[in-house]
C-alpha cells in the first residue's frame, strides 16, 4: 500500500549545527502535509505544516521543504539544540485536511553538546 | 496554551480484561481522534468524530474495540476484551475543524499482561 517513510531513523547532530530530516511518501494524490516533534513519553507536537501548492514554508528555526516531482519532503531545523532532541514523523494527507493523516515511523534526531 | 488532556496516563491490566480511555478535547474543537502508535512507530488513527457523530472507523477492530462521544465534547474508548497485541500508546487529538493541524494529548500507555 502507499506510504510515508523516511530515509534515516537516527540522525545525530552537535549544537549549533543546522539538522535536515528527510521523508518520502508515496501518494502522489497527497496534497497536505505535516511535520510533527515527539518527545519520549508525550504526544506528538505539531511543528510545522505545508499544503501542495507550496514548496517552502519557514516557521521559527524550522523550514519544510516540498518537491512533489520527487515526492520528498524535508524538515530543516536551524541551529539545533538539545531540546530539539525528539522522534520526528513526517504525516500526509490527500485530501488537503488535517484529517485521516498517515504517518511514518519516524528519525530520532540527536543533538551532542 | 489549551491542551488535549487524557487519562489514565498508565494502564496495566490482564488479558481479557476490560480497559477505557477517556479523552478531553481542546475547548471548542469539533473534531476529535483516537490514535494508537506501537513503540517505534507512526500513530495509527482509530476512529474521527465530528462533533457526536462517527465520520470514520473503517480502522477500528469492532469486535472487540467501540468510542463514544455522546455529548459532542469528551471522549470514550473502549476495549473488551484486552489481547496482548493491544499493548501501545493510545493518543487522543483534536482539531478545530477537518482544516486544520491535529493537537494530541500525551496519551494512555497501554500495557496488557
Known amino acids: 500500500g502507499e506510504s510515508v517513510g523516511l530515509h534515516l531513523p537516527t540522525l545525530s547532530v552537535q549544537e549549533g549545527d543546522n539538522s535536515i530530516i528527510n521523508c518520502a511518501y508515496s501518494n502522489s494524490a497527497s496534497d497536505y502535509f505535516i511535520w510533527y516533534k515527539q518527545e519520549s513519553g508525550k504526544g506528538p507536537q505539531f511543528i510545522i505544516d505545508i499544503r501542495s501548492n507550496m514548496d517552502k514554508r519557514q516557521g521559527q528555526r524550522v523550514t519544510v521543504l516540498l518537491n512533489k516531482t520527487v515526492k520528498h519532503l524535508s524538515l530543516q531545523i536551524a541551529a539545533t539544540q538539545p531540546g530539539d532532541s525528539a522522534v520526528y514523523f513526517c504525516?500526509?494527507?490527500?485530501?488537503?485536511?488535517?484529517?485521516?493523516?498517515?504517518f511514518g515511523t519516524g528519525t530520532r534526531l540527536q543533538v551532542t553538546l | 496554551e489549551a491542551e488535549v488532556a487524557q487519562s489514565p496516563r498508565y494502564k496495566i491490566t490482564e488479558k481479557s480484561q476490560a480497559v477505557a480511555f477517556w479523552c478531553d478535547p481542546i475547548s471548542g474543537h469539533a473534531t476529535l481522534y483516537w490514535y494508537r502508535q506501537i513503540l517505534g512507530q507512526g500513530p495509527e488513527l482509530l476512529v474521527q468524530?465530528?462533533?457526536?457523530?462517527?465520520?470514520?472507523d473503517s480502522q477500528l477492530p469492532k469486535d472487540r474495540f467501540s468510542a463514544e462521544r455522546l455529548k459532542g465534547v469528551d471522549s470514550t474508548l473502549k476495549i473488551q476484551p484486552a489481547e496482548l497485541g493491544d499493548s501501545a500508546m493510545y493518543l487522543c487529538?483534536?482539531?478545530?475543524?477537518?482544516?486544520?493541524?491535529?493537537?494530541f494529548g500525551n496519551g494512555t500507555r497501554l500495557t496488557v499482561t
Open positions: 504525516a500526509e494527507n490527500m485530501s488537503g485536511t488535517a484529517s485521516k493523516l498517515t
Open positions: 468524530f465530528q462533533d457526536e457523530s462517527v465520520v470514520d
Open positions: 487529538a483534536s482539531s478545530l475543524g477537518v482544516g486544520g493541524p491535529l493537537h
